[in-house]
């Protein structure tokens, strides 16, 4: 049985910084799946149950962009999105982080889903 999960929680962009270091720390490690949505391209799925190593956010002026890496010891894979719009999150029935999405500047959304811990 799949529990679906509700992505509708807006994260404020002044506190994106902050979200990403505090969302790094709690679920370094916990596997991930990297999923492209694009509507003019299609779907692509970029990676698939592989651990988290950090999201790490510059904000404007200092790069403009998000880059989810994944590894355990090391980075062993890297993806950047480029001018992030939008970030929401979705959470399961108990309030678990099991969903992430990203809107860019250019209308490509990146979806990472967290398995369950």
């Known amino acids: 049985m799949t529990n679906k999960i509700d992505i509708n929680k807006s994260v404020p ?3 994106w910084g902050d ?3 505090q969302f790094s720390d709690g679920n370094r490690g916990r596997h991930i799946s ?5 509507s003019e391209l299609g779907d692509a799925e970029l990676i698939q ?3 988290l190593h950090a999201m790490v956010y510059d904000r404007p002026g200092k790069g403009d962009d998000l880059v989810i890496e994944v590894g355990k010891d090391e980075v062993t ?6 001018s992030p719009t939008e970030i929401l999150t979705g959470q ?3 309030g ?5 999405r990203i809107s860019d500047a250019a209308g490509t959304q990146t979806l990472i889903k967290l398995q369950a811990s």
């Open 13 to 15: 962009s002044e506190r």
């Open 34 to 38: 990297i999923e492209i949505l694009n």
């Open 49 to 51: 149950d592989a651990p």
């Open 96 to 100: 678990v982080m099991m969903a992430v």
């Open 77 to 82: 894979y890297a993806h950047t999105i480029d």
């Open 19 to 21: 979200f990403f270091d």
């Open 92 to 94: 399961d029935s108990n």
